[in-house]
């Protein structure tokens, strides 16, 4: 019999941290045998069913996978399923629960990463992990030499997107044709650079991502997924380590 606390459970086994997984016991919203779970309580992996808001959190040992997905447009990247709509599992062949690090939204493509591994989701998407997201964004219209060093500035300086949420920042990496630029994300704000190229007068027409957390998309096709090397999991892992979530 292998027996864990709840806590550590759920921050292995989904996108909670130990302290998340404590905050949705106290909730109630946490299940053992159909039973409230209550904080403290120790499970055994092999024959507990554990829920949360109903849901069972896989409780297998199956082994942790990873994968790297060139998202096309018009694929969401949620677990949910609404009627009309594509979303970016249907494009992986695996039958597990797998989850999301760095979400696009549903018109924008380029590098995702997924898996099943939930300890490292919860740290790789926590506010605190800031390494640099590398995107390739078409605007309209096109800059100028003056036009952008302003932009270059409001980006830097950035504005309030969210009233809960902190000033949203951005930087030019570099200009790649008139109407196109290499921009550099080091936070995760739901839709941060399209609104952030409204607030500045400009409309995004195309939004790819190159580059998460030193991860490179290189020259996978579009819609296209590949397992992650050995080298690339031990570079999220050390990159996660010091991030405590």
């Known amino acids: 019999m292998i027996s864990q606390p709840l806590t550590k459970y759920l921050a292995s086994h989904g996108p909670w941290s130990r302290r998340q997984a404590e905050a949705l016991i106290r909730a109630g919203r946490v299940t053992i045998d159909d039973q409230i779970a209550q904080l403290g309580q120790t499970i055994d992996n092999n024959q507990t069913i554990v829920k949360v808001d109903s849901q069972i959190v896989a409780n297998n040992n199956e082994p942790l996978v990873y994968f790297m997905l060139n998202k096309p447009v018009g694929y969401t990247c949620t677990n949910r399923c609404f009627k009309g709509e594509r979303n970016i599992f249907s494009l992986i062949n695996f039958t597990g629960r797998l989850f999301v690090v760095g979400r696009l939204d549903k018109d924008s493509r380029g590098l995702v990463l997924l898996t099943n591994d939930g300890d490292l989701t919860a740290k790789l998407t926590h506010p605190r992990f800031a390494q640099p997201k590398v995107y390739q964004v078409t605007i309209r219209p096109g800059l100028s030499g003056l036009a952008l060093a302003k932009l270059q500035e409001f980006l830097a300086r950035g504005c309030r997107l969210y009233d809960d949420q902190a000033i949203a920042t951005a930087e030019i990496g570099r200009q790649l044709a008139s109407d196109r630029l290499e921009i550099i994300l080091r936070q995760g704000q739901k839709r941060q650079i399209r609104l952030l190229m409204k607030a500045a007068g400009y409309e995004v027409v195309d939004l790819k991502r190159?580059?998460?957390?030193?991860?490179?998309?290189?020259?996978?096709?579009?819609?296209?997924?590949?397992?992650?090397?050995?080298?690339?999991?031990?570079?999220?892992?050390?990159?996660?380590?010091?991030?405590?979530?």
């Open 210 to 245: 190159d580059s998460l957390a030193g991860l490179k998309l290189g020259q996978l096709p579009q819609g296209a997924y590949r397992p992650l090397t050995a080298n690339e999991i031990d570079r999220l892992r050390r990159l996660a380590q010091d991030k405590r979530a």
